[in-house]
């Protein structure tokens, strides 16, 4: 089965006339258009076929000149793995302590109980108090070759994206979030990380306690430029029925906010905690 | 149908007691599975409905803390676009002449007309002399909002994945690539793409001449461990029939090769153009 010898080219049979659309084509749409931050969890475990489906469909993104530096630490329940998820849940008890009063989630809308706002706070309270208890986490790990770039997250991060999207297709769910930063040395001391390979994210993966349902996102046309930037694309249009978010930075996309201009809190769907770095 | 207010958290409606797998998640695993670059297309154009459906998949990723700052600057048949993918395929011509004798693409078995390498050799040829007929660029960018860091491809290459995705499950194709690297400064000035914004990554756009297909990865246990660093995990293996591909660092996940150490052309079934940058 095993076949490690070169690759044939793409495309080397013959190509069809017309490419099909297939029949599954609005299924696999909404798929992408539903899969959601998962915080909220079921203590259930996932099991090892669960486990290598979400692996495997992570491993079939692409990576530059198909390199494949992608590497997948896996945390379940083993002495390390218990210490480890204790640790990043440390880091990102801290984390979130520290941005909850930086992005006001105990102001404005924040103070009424059962506000989006306040019922983010509440989920990402949950998250970091609970994350030890997390059944599934996954540090998505990068095996440099080279010296970092900008762009090297191209070979790890559609990676991650195809594991989020292949646990919503499987029945669980999780959240991609960079709480391994704050603990980053004690982490690669525990789980023996060498110091060539990049911590790229920590993933939750477990059983959903909610479900997947739309993501809010801002506009199309908000984020769709056609030939030069900032020219808008007529046929930029979300599909009826999308609801948004106002989310980003709220002066625009031309705008360069430092992270003191951060959006309040509750401005988001997803926003501690997601992947940006828990302290800034 | 706007919603410019704050969105509320996740699974906030009741939980189901039991997450569903869906009747479509073999499709949808399937879709993951066989999303492989497509760089042979038809001159065909892609219509503004398959454009706003890959964009809207694109925009449905995840970004940290929902701050949204992909943007996607569409090339299709404008006179700045024609240039820009001129300027984009002169660049990856040279990149790609240099790279073909780095990476000996004409040794070996490069020699023999129907070898792997000699196709992808063929393929990445044909890719570079004719990207400026290509029927869409999508240059993927990041709105900056805040000093670089590694992980900030978080909040850009899962949308990337998204819109590849979505491109085959409606009958496109596409590949990321990094082509925009060696004319970047002549872009930015052609296109006014602002300097807080990143160009992160080239994605071509099209209807496939040839067809999607099975991926070839390195076997799972190769880039998975549990509970430690290098610790092997048991359940980490790939479906029956699972063929694969050597690519990758040729010594192993813990090592750290230079740049002089690339596996030799033919070892990958996408070795140039993907998504590292051509001129390494």
């Known amino acids: 089965m095993q076949e490690p010898h070169p690759t044939p080219a793409p495309h080397a049979t013959p190509a069809p006339a017309t490419p099909t659309t297939g029949p599954a084509a609005s299924d696999l749409l909404d798929l992408l258009a539903t899969t959601r931050a998962i915080r909220r969890l079921r203590p259930d475990p996932v099991t090892d076929d669960e486990l290598a489906t979400v692996l495997f469909a992570a491993t079939r993104a692409p990576s530059g000149s198909n390199r ?14 218990r210490r480890a998820k204790q640790l990043i849940g440390e880091g990102a008890q801290a984390g979130w302590a520290q941005k ?14 059962d506000s989006p706002k306040a019922r983010m706070a509440r989920t990402m309270e949950r998250f970091v ?23 090297d997250g191209a070979s790890i991060y559609p990676a991650c994206q195809n594991l989020l999207l292949a646990a919503r297709a499987i029945g669980l769910g999780g959240v991609m979030s960079m709480w391994h930063v704050p603990v980053e040395a004690q982490l690669r001391a525990l789980l023996d990380i060498p110091d060539e390979v990049a911590i790229s994210a920590t993933i939750t993966l477990g059983r959903p306690e909610g479900r997947h349902g739309p993501v809010r ?6 984020v769709v430029h056609e030939e030069g ?34 959006p309040p809190a509750g401005q988001s769907d997803s926003p501690k905690g997601q992947v940006g770095a828990p302290a800034g």
């Open 68 to 81: 494949q530096p992608g590497r997948f630490l896996v945390l379940r329940d083993g002495p390390r793995a």
């Open 100 to 113: 909850r009063t930086t992005d006001r989630y105990d102001e404005g809308s924040g103070t009424l109980a």
């Open 129 to 151: 108090d609970t994350f030890d208890q997390t059944p599934v986490v996954v540090l998505a790990c990068l095996a440099r070759y080279r010296e970092p770039r900008p762009t």
């Open 217 to 222: 996102r801002r506009p199309l046309h908000e």
């Open 229 to 262: 930037w900032g020219l808008p694309a007529a046929w930029a249009v979300d599909p009826p029925g999308t609801a948004y978010t106002a989310a980003g930075p709220p002066t625009g996309h031309t705008s360069h906010p430092t992270g003191q201009n951060n």
